[in-house]
């Protein structure tokens, strides 16, 4: 049996976006209730940037990169026996 179906819910040329917007709920959130995030990334760039910035931004993109390859919304890039999984779904 199958893990993965053979077509994801989401695009492969949108999953970036589709992870960059569910981070900007999150983003939005912490704002509406004041919340500030220190990050060192963004105190260097001495610009008032996102709340959620730089490595913070990387690291929370990749483990919902990776939720979303383990539930098939994405294709994965392994299948069950770890070789590399090919099917894309293509719009």
Same mark, same amino acid.
């Given at each position: 049996?199958?893990? @993965?179906?053979?077509?994801?819910?989401?695009? %492969?040329?949108? /999953?970036?976006?589709?992870?960059? #917007?569910?981070?900007?709920? @999150?983003?939005?959130?912490?704002? /509406?209730?004041?919340?500030?995030?220190?990050?060192?990334?963004? %105190?260097?760039?001495?610009?008032? %940037?996102?709340?959620? &910035?730089?490595?913070? &931004?990387?690291?929370? @993109?990749?483990q919902l990169d990776s939720i979303m390859r383990n539930w098939g919304?994405?294709?994965?890039?392994?299948? #069950?026996?770890?070789?590399?999984?090919?099917? %894309?779904?293509?719009c």
């Open positions: 049996m199958e893990y @993965f179906s053979d077509r994801n819910l989401i695009c %492969a040329d949108d /999953e970036h976006e589709f992870i960059g #917007q569910i981070i900007d709920i @999150f983003e939005d959130f912490l704002d /509406e209730r004041g919340i500030k995030i220190p990050n060192p990334d963004k %105190a260097e760039s001495g610009i008032d %940037a996102a709340n959620i &910035y730089g490595m913070d &931004y990387g690291d929370i @993109f990749e919304v994405f294709t994965p890039y392994y299948n #069950q026996k770890g070789e590399p999984y090919e099917k %894309a779904y293509d």
